[in-house]
């Protein structure tokens, strides 16, 4: 059988860099970073898609800053609404597959236990309302696609919490990080085999993936400074003490269990997954 063509937009960004890794051992995987193709391009998108003719587009470009989401929401509503709409049609045109990624966040937070594919989305951020904006132009465009949403995203290819954590444990005695949140970090190399077992299979639709387990922002950072090191003591907070300007759930833990009964794949861990990552990385 031919290797699958598979097209990767926003090719820059931290879960796309796995991805591209992942996927070029059995695909032939064009990516095209913001600079090669920006999502927002209407007039791009459609001559790229059509002219490659790739059986799969993953969209990995997003406006991922949730904070600054709240105060350039044209932009948000732009990229990860708009630009997915531009992907949507021309998938549709090109009759190809749109795989997109998206967020926890378009979750409120409120159902205090995993949340499946089914459940009522309410976003409280801009950043989660743009997110599911772009979800709903893919349903309503495409009879083929699929939507990842995964949360708490890490990996090499970009800076992120575990990163941020281990600088800050280098340059400070006391780190102060919220324990009102509870979530699960997800490591983008899983993610992304995880993304490449779906598309081994007829998959359909919106799938919960994510490193198995659950903690808090808190608990997350007392394992990366107990692993990596630095010395810092780690004091728990609530949300309300640092004030973000994007809201975010209080509880958005993901129930993974259709990706895993369809693919027959679960993902580790998520202490075991950090550990990896950390030995991997240093
Ligand atoms: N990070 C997380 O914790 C997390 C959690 C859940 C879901 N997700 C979703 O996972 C996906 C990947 O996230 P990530 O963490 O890898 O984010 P990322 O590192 O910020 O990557 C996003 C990429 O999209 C690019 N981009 C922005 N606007 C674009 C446009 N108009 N056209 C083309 N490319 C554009 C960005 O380029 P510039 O950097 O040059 O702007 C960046 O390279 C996103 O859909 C995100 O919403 C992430």
New binding site residues.
């Given amino acids: 059988m031919a290797e699958k063509k598979i097209l990767i ?8 860099q796995d991805l591209v890794a992942t996927l070029q051992t059995s695909c032939a995987v064009i990516p095209r ?2 600079y090669d ?4 391009n209407r007039e791009a998108v459609h001559d790229t898609i059509c002219s490659v003719q790739p059986d799969a587009v993953i ?6 800053q949730v904070d600054e989401c709240e105060t350039e929401k044209d932009k948000a509503f732009a ?2 609404a708009g ?1 997915v709409k531009n992907l949507a049609l021309a998938c549709h045109h090109a009759a190809c597959r749109l795989f ?6 378009v979750f409120d937070g409120t159902k205090g236990k995993p949340y499946a594919e089914s459940d009522e989305p309410h976003p409280l951020s801009v950043y989660g309302q743009s ?1 599911l904006e772009g979800e709903r132009y893919i349903r309503d465009i495409l009879q083929h696609y699929v939507i990842v ?5 890490y990996g090499r ?2 800076g ?1 919490f575990v990163s941020t954590i281990i600088r800050l444990a280098g340059e400070h005695t006391e780190i102060k990080v919220v324990n009102d949140q509870k979530g699960c970090p997800t490591w ?1 190399l899983h993610l992304s085999q995880a993304i490449r077992a779906l598309l081994d299979i007829d998959a359909q639709g919106i799938y919960h993936i994510a490193n198995q387990g659950s903690c808090t922002w808190y608990e997350y950072a007392c394992k990366i400074v107990e692993r990596a090191g630095g010395g810092a003591t780690v004091t728990p907070i609530t949300s309300a003490q640092i004030n973000r300007p994007a809201p975010r759930p209080a509880y958005s833990v993901l129930d993974c269990s259709r990706f895993t009964r369809e693919t027959g794949m679960a993902l580790k861990p998520w202490d075991i997954a950090l550990e990896e990552y950390l030995k991997s990385s240093i």
């Fill in positions: 937009t926003g090719a820059g960004g931290m879960l796309a970073s913001e193709l920006d999502i927002c969209n990995c470009a997003a406006f991922t990229v990860n630009g997109h990624i998206s967020t926890d966040y997110k949403r995964s949360l708490w995203l290819g970009g992120n983008t």
